[in-house]
């Protein structure tokens, strides 16, 4: 057999190269088209956060409902790589902070080399800003945190990004005013244990694994500093009302006695504009017809009512979402 001509080795490699493009940048699409099934990847959080145990939640709601589609929930940096990763396609649906999507749609700040094209299927629950340490370390006011060594959070994440504009709204400079470090929530929790940060940021729904187990450390008194103080200079600021006061009621964590006022910011679920609205719809369809699987899986999802999921996102929300409020008549534009 005679060997084949280098343009058609050249055009074969092209091909499959730009077929591996196209399922990289719409796996869904791809799927679709050839009749198989579609299998959809989440962008969550790290392991100790809400994100991810929610998340896996919503994978197992979607793989065991809808007919032809799987999905999985993947271990992220969560806010800020969540949303790099939707842009770049290589994830179908995402958790973020409200402000950190607000960034990536207007292309602000971590997201200045390109703006998110997202839209919001629901929004979730409130972020609670935990600021975090231990009774005798000399902290009770976010002031306090200066000539401090403070965890700021992982990079790529929206707790990195809350923390660094509270401390700006409450006058500081992360890099010049503090020592700060940037760990995710477990590592933070490692080294408060064993003094390497004097305290830190964590955003995250109520109760947290990794600070309940700090909380049940033997030998350990954990305590939340407040952080509401922060609210009205940070929505000054962003020229929004994004942040709101919320209260983590006492005994949320072993040893709390008392309710600690923070500042809170929604929890949205996003998707690509270019999302199918069909499959859309049904996503959305899906966490409210399986609700209770959800509560379930983690006490945080109870907390999703039809009223709060369709309003307050800083992304419009995709059509196909719309299509489902309206159908059980809880859209109201």
């Known amino acids: 057999m005679p060997p084949r001509p280098r343009w058609r080795i050249a055009s074969i490699a092209l091909t499959t190269a730009g077929a591996l493009v196209a399922l990289a940048c719409n796996p869904q699409e791809m799927a679709q088209r050839r009749g198989g099934t579609q299998r959809l990847s989440i962008a969550t959080g790290g392991t100790g956060g809400v994100y991810y145990p929610y998340?896996?939640?919503?994978?197992?709601v979607i793989s065991e409902h809808l007919d032809g589609v799987e999905a999985t929930a993947e271990v992220t940096a969560a806010s800020v790589d969540n949303l790099k990763f939707l842009r770049d396609g290589k994830s179908d649906i995402v958790f973020t902070m409200a402000d950190t999507l607000d960034d990536a749609l207007n292309g602000r700040g971590a997201f200045s080399d390109g703006r998110v094209p997202a839209r919001a299927l629901a929004v979730l629950y409130p972020n609670y800003t935990h600021v975090v340490t231990l009774e005798g370390n000399g902290l009770d006011r976010l002031a306090d945190l200066r000539g401090r060594v403070v965890s700021t959070g992982s990079p790529g994440s929206g707790t990195e990004v809350i923390a660094l504009k509270i401390l700006e709204a409450m006058g500081m400079d992360p890099a010049a005013d503090l020592e700060s470090q940037s760990l995710g929530v477990s590592q933070s929790v490692d080294a408060l244990k064993d003094g390497?940060?004097?305290?830190?940021?964590?955003?995250?729904?109520?109760?947290?694994?990794?600070?309940?187990?700090?909380a049940s450390s033997p030998g350990v008194t954990m305590k939340l500093i407040p952080s509401v103080e922060a609210v009205a200079p940070l929505n000054e600021r962003?020229?929004?009302?994004?942040?709101?006061?919320?209260?983590?009621?006492?005994?949320?964590?072993?040893?709390?006695?008392?309710?600690?006022?923070?500042?809170?910011?929604?929890?949205?679920?996003?998707?690509?504009?270019?999302?199918?609205?069909?499959?859309?719809?049904?996503?959305?369809?899906?966490?409210?017809?399986h609700h209770d699987?959800?509560?379930?899986?983690?006490p945080q999802a109870r907390t999703l009512t039809l009223e709060s999921a369709s309003t307050r996102s800083p992304a419009p929300f995709h059509p196909g979402a719309i299509e489902y409020y309206r159908a059980v008549n809880a859209w109201r534009p």
């Open 55 to 60: 998340g896996g939640g919503i994978a197992k």
């Open 196 to 214: 390497k940060v004097d305290a830190f940021f964590w955003g995250g729904g109520l109760p947290t694994a990794a600070i309940l187990d700090l």
């Open 293 to 298: 699987e959800l509560g379930a899986i983690h």
């Open 238 to 289: 962003a020229g929004s009302d994004l942040y709101d006061e919320v209260v983590i009621p006492a005994s949320t964590y072993p040893g709390q006695a008392t309710d600690v006022r923070v500042v809170a910011v929604s929890n949205v679920l996003a998707v690509h504009e270019t999302m199918r609205a069909d499959l859309a719809e049904a996503i959305t369809r899906a966490i409210f017809e």
